[in-house]
């Protein structure tokens, strides 16, 4: 049994909370995580969670343990590193979580062409449009469309994207074209919300002559998928809040068309995400650079509708 492997085993029980999540979250089964555990807590003599059928919580021992862990794994990381920078041959894997519009359209595509310039390394990518703990998730990097909220992580800017208001023909013949944000609440509109836990799309950012303002918008559908509510849009649904390059074609071939044009939405912005140490592993940076110069061709080729 890899000591290495309990380590990070133990590291992701006490942070979840939870055996079953730790399992999947290191890819493996519930019984062999029950097994690093309890190995552990042989070799020492000491117990490190109290268990019921319930909850799962460290003991002292426990607390203690996870702290000189982590130390532990930091430091294999450093080596690691260290060997790396050494053998000019970054290996190992990189746990990567993406928001699904630009995964889809950005970082899953790249994923292959890195693989085959950085065969020794691995990216496991997550796509997902909930809020995310990066921390907590165990992640070394994150893209997202939107501020940083964490002060704790550092950002890399990667482009600053457009957005658009947009409805279907079929929409607009049967609702009416709204010319601003004020319309969109006036004449009642249907607004297709991206909502998960923790979201506020409730309420659009919009651009007014008197400079950025919040309007409360409100319709009958809601999706934790950007692509969905897109879907729907297209199906004359509602009205959609979207990067420019999410649906630049759409509007281009005429299946979506752009509205309330007196008051666009604010800009947002593509970075990522990444815990300050977790730079000095050069896996991660070769990734962050390459994905970087990646998202931003890709963007180059997004050309803004007429409006």
Same mark, same amino acid.
């Given at each position: 049994?890899?000591?290495?492997?309990?380590?990070?085993?133990?590291?992701?029980?006490?942070?979840? @909370?939870?055996?079953?999540?730790?399992?999947?979250?290191q890819?493996?089964?519930?019984?062999?995580?029950?097994?690093?555990?309890?190995?552990?807590?042989?070799?020492?003599?000491?117990?490190?969670?109290?268990r019921?059928?319930?909850?799962?919580?460290?003991?002292?021992?426990?607390?203690?343990?996870?702290?000189?862990?982590?130390?532990?794994?930091?430091?294999?990381?450093?080596?690691?590193?260290?060997?790396?920078?050494?053998?000019?041959?970054?290996? @190992?894997?990189?746990?990567?979580?993406?928001?699904?519009?630009?995964?889809?359209?950005?970082?899953?595509?790249?994923?292959?062409?890195?693989?085959?310039?950085?065969?020794?390394?691995?990216?496991?990518?997550?796509?997902?449009?909930?809020?995310?703990?990066?921390?907590?998730?165990?992640?070394?990097?994150?893209?997202?469309?939107?501020?940083?909220?964490d002060?704790?992580?550092?950002?890399?800017?990667?482009?600053?994207?457009?957005?658009?208001?947009?409805?279907?023909?079929?929409?607009?013949?049967?609702?009416g074209?709204?010319?601003?944000?004020?319309?969109?609440?006036?004449?009642?509109?249907?607004?297709?919300?991206?909502?998960?836990?923790?979201s506020?799309?409730?309420?659009?950012?919009?651009?007014?002559?008197?400079?950025?303002?919040?309007?409360?918008?409100? @319709?009958?559908?809601?999706?934790?998928?950007?692509?969905?509510?897109?879907?729907?849009?297209?199906?004359?649904?509602?009205?959609?809040?979207?990067?420019?390059?999410?649906?630049?074609?759409?509007?281009?071939e005429?299946?979506?068309?752009?509205?309330?044009?007196?008051?666009?939405?604010?800009?947002?912005?593509?970075?990522?995400?990444?815990?300050?140490?977790?730079?000095?592993?050069?896996?991660?940076?070769?990734?962050?650079?390459?994905?970087?110069?990646?998202?931003?061709?890709?963007?180059?080729?997004?050309?803004?509708?007429?409006?």
């Open positions: 049994m890899s000591y290495v492997g309990s380590i990070k085993t133990y590291i992701r029980v006490y942070e979840l @909370g939870n055996m079953s999540a730790a399992a999947r979250d890819r493996i089964s519930p019984a062999v995580a029950s097994s690093r555990i309890a190995e552990l807590e042989r070799q020492m003599g000491v117990r490190l969670f109290n019921t059928t319930r909850s799962l919580q460290p003991t002292q021992h426990g607390k203690v343990f996870y702290e000189g862990a982590l130390k532990i794994l930091e430091a294999i990381n450093q080596a690691e590193s260290a060997v790396a920078n050494i053998s000019k041959q970054p290996r @190992g894997s990189i746990f990567v979580a993406a928001p699904l519009g630009v995964g889809r359209r950005f970082i899953a595509p790249g994923v292959p062409l890195f693989k085959e310039k950085y065969p020794s390394i691995n990216v496991r990518l997550r796509m997902s449009d909930r809020k995310i703990d990066l921390t907590g998730e165990g992640l070394d990097v994150a893209f997202i469309l939107g501020p940083l909220e002060s704790n992580l550092r950002l890399r800017s990667i482009a600053e994207c457009e957005r658009v208001l947009c409805a279907s023909p079929s929409y607009i013949e049967r609702k074209f709204p010319n601003s944000g004020s319309d969109l609440i006036t004449q009642n509109h249907d607004c297709l919300m991206h909502r998960f836990p923790g506020l799309e409730f309420r659009w950012m919009l651009q007014t002559s008197d400079g950025p303002r919040l309007f409360d918008i409100s @319709g009958p559908f809601e999706s934790d998928d950007g692509d969905v509510l897109t879907d729907w849009a297209l199906d004359g649904r509602g009205i959609i809040n979207k990067p420019v390059f999410e649906v630049a074609r759409y509007i281009d005429g299946s979506l068309v752009v509205v309330a044009p007196d008051t666009p939405p604010t800009k947002t912005f593509l970075s990522c995400l990444y815990p300050h140490k977790r730079l000095q592993d050069p896996k991660i940076r070769l990734f962050i650079d390459f994905m970087v110069q990646h998202c931003k061709a890709e963007l180059a080729k997004t050309v803004k509708p007429a409006i």
